[in-house]
């Protein structure tokens, strides 16, 4: 049987990662065996912080709620606690935004807390 070599397939597939290399640093985008394994790390921080911006999305919502609920005299767990009470059913992505664009309305949703 004869002997196959791998050049070409090896060359495609090295060529392919050092593209995806490219812009890394020293010999991270240069040489196949430190750029596939800075890839492979680069690819588990990826699939890590594609859920981390979840979370910090949301602290960013709490964060504008809070600022927003402070001006009209009420704190964040207070606000959160009344409209509970209150049987209001609203998120906060959607708090957020009231405060930042339209604080009349979230001033109303502060009424309503402290009313209940």
């Known amino acids: 049987m ?6 070409v397939v090896r060359r495609r597939r090295h060529k ?7 812009g890394f640093w020293g010999s991270r985008s240069k040489t196949f ?4 394994q800075t890839l492979l790390n680069a690819a588990d921080y990826a699939f890590r912080d594609r859920r981390d911006k979840k979370k910090d999305i949301r602290r960013l919502w709490i964060v504008r709620i809070n600022a927003a609920a402070r ?10 606690s009344g409209l509970r009470k209150a049987n209001v059913t609203i998120n ?14 979230f001033r109303q949703l502060v009424e309503v807390a402290k009313a209940a």
Request: without cysteine.
């Open 2 to 7: 004869p002997r196959a070599k791998t050049g």
């Open 16 to 22: 392919r990662i050092l593209k995806k290399a490219k």
């Open 33 to 36: 065996k430190n750029a596939n």
């Open 71 to 80: 001006e009209e005299g009420m704190t964040y767990s207070s606000l959160i």
């Open 92 to 105: 906060r992505k959607v708090m957020a935004d009231l405060a930042v664009h339209e604080p009349e309305a």
